[in-house]
């Protein structure tokens, strides 16, 4: 029997599309099989660009003293009153205060304890004079200038009052907030785990990634360019090498342990497109054939409970489809916003562009002088395209185009 006499139900190889799924159907049907993965513990040093999956509440003030926010004298702030350069007011210094090594006794009237930036204040004190407002006289001071009670100290809890919350849960951290964590006595904290993405790229033709293009066999471009889009949007990708067109092989990839399968190629209906055909047998293949463009041929499924999006062979195609879906899939998984992580601008078209009613299209754009034009050429199967390109524009599938002039949002594809 050949591959085609074994076809099952839904299998429309070798038949074509007759019904497209929208656009908004597939990203729902998407949306409803994708939520953020259960949560792990990970230490401060690995949690950079990470969600949180709890809320943080802080136990502790900070800071949890009163320090001092100058290099200095720590003093009653009363006495220094109506002192100036013509007033000079002696203190006498009975100490000081070191960042760390607080000064034990208490400052009374007319005296002063020498302070550095971070060190307590001591008891009594309750400003600090810059020391670039003192007279130094052996073991005394004289006081150039006045401050009011307060004046250059660090109060407890100026930073972060104990019992408050300091990051909602779903937060992405930031090297700051790292920082903020740490300054708050957390060593770990809980973060949504990054979706394990395998990549099943299938095709006879491939020679491994980074192998030099021989005859009729071509490089493989989709399993590094889905390796780097994968780890932009949080995931880990698992790619152990080009799996031939066989629908065992695909079939066994497909099912290696992961959160989330991309199958690369033989999505569409060609009589060497067994990824369909075997999701279609072993799971449900409930959307196969997008109105989108380019990219159609993309299949959402669902195999031994996880999520497989099919994405096209073609690079060009390839690329469209995981920015649509698999990317999405990442995303929330990882407990990312669903929203595409491209930078956008509105900008008028230079020239007109035409599109296809019924289908949403992926148009790769240059930024001209002052607005944006389409790159010229057209194919799904160059992707140097899209590296000449400097984003893309999506023309929704209710439109025939846009004359010259209309401003379109451009989602930029550099940072
Ligand atoms: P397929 O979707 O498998 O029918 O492939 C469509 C076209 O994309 C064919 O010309 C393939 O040779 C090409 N193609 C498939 N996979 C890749 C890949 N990983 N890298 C570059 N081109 C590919
Ligand atoms: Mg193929």
């Known amino acids: 029997m050949t591959a085609l006499e074994n076809r099952q139900p839904g299998d429309v190889r070798m038949r074509g599309f007759t019904r497209r799924t929208t656009l908004a159907d597939a990203l729902d049907w998407l949306d409803a099989h994708t939520g953020p993965l259960a949560s792990e513990a990970a230490p401060l040093e690995d949690v950079c660009g990470r969600v949180l999956a709890e809320e943080i509440r802080s136990e502790v003030s900070v800071p949890g003293f009163s320090r001092s926010m100058m290099d200095g004298y720590a003093l009653r702030a009363g006495e220094t009153e109506g ?156 790619n152990p090498g080009i799996v031939p067109d066989s629908s065992e092989a695909i079939l066994e990839a497909m099912r290696t342990e992961a959160d989330l399968v991309l199958v690369s190629g033989g999505s569409s209906v060609g009589q060497e497109d067994h990824a369909a055909a075997m999701v279609i047998k072993h799971g449900t293949l409930p959307i196969h054939g997008i109105a989108i463009r380019p990219s159609s041929p993309t299949g959402l499924g669902l195999l031994d409970g996880r999520v497989v999006v099919l994405l096209p062979g073609n690079p060009v195609a390839c690329l469209c489809a995981y920015d649509f879906f698999g990317g999405r899939a990442v995303r929330r998984l990882g407990g990312r916003p669903s929203d595409w992580p491209y930078r956008r601008v509105s900008l008028p078209l230079a020239r007109k562009i035409a599109s296809t009613v019924g289908r949403d299209e992926y148009l790769r754009v240059r930024l001209v002088d002052g607005g944006v034009e389409p790159v010229a050429i057209g194919g799904s199967s160059v992707l140097s395209s899209t590296s000449r390109a400097d984003g893309f524009v999506v023309i929704p599938c209710d439109s025939e185009g846009y004359p010259a002039g209309t401003p379109v949002t451009v989602y930029l594809y550099d940072p």
């Not at 200038?145 to 019992?163: F, K, L, Y």
């Not at 951290?173 to 790229?201: E, K, M, N």
């Open 83 to 238: 002192a100036g350069p013509y007033n000079r007011l002696p203190l006498a210094v009975i100490g000081e205060s070191m960042p760390g090594q607080p000064f034990e006794g208490a400052v009374a009237a007319g005296e002063a304890v020498r302070i550095m930036t971070g060190a307590a204040l001591p008891e009594g004190a309750d400003a600090v004079l810059p020391v670039e407002r003192v007279e130094a006289a052996g073991e005394r001071i004289l006081v150039l200038a006045a401050v009011s009670p307060g004046q250059h100290v660090g109060r407890v809890g100026e930073d972060i009052t104990a019992g408050s919350v300091v990051f909602q849960a779903g937060r992405r951290l930031r090297p700051q907030d790292i920082g903020v964590l740490s300054s708050i006595g957390l060593a770990r904290v809980a973060v949504v785990r990054r979706p394990r993405v395998r990549i099943v790229v299938t095709g006879n033709e491939l020679l491994p990634a980074g192998s030099r293009p021989e005859g009729c066999r071509i490089a493989d471009s989709n399993g590094p360019m889905l390796r780097a889009l994968i780890e932009r949007d949080g995931g880990l990708a698992i």
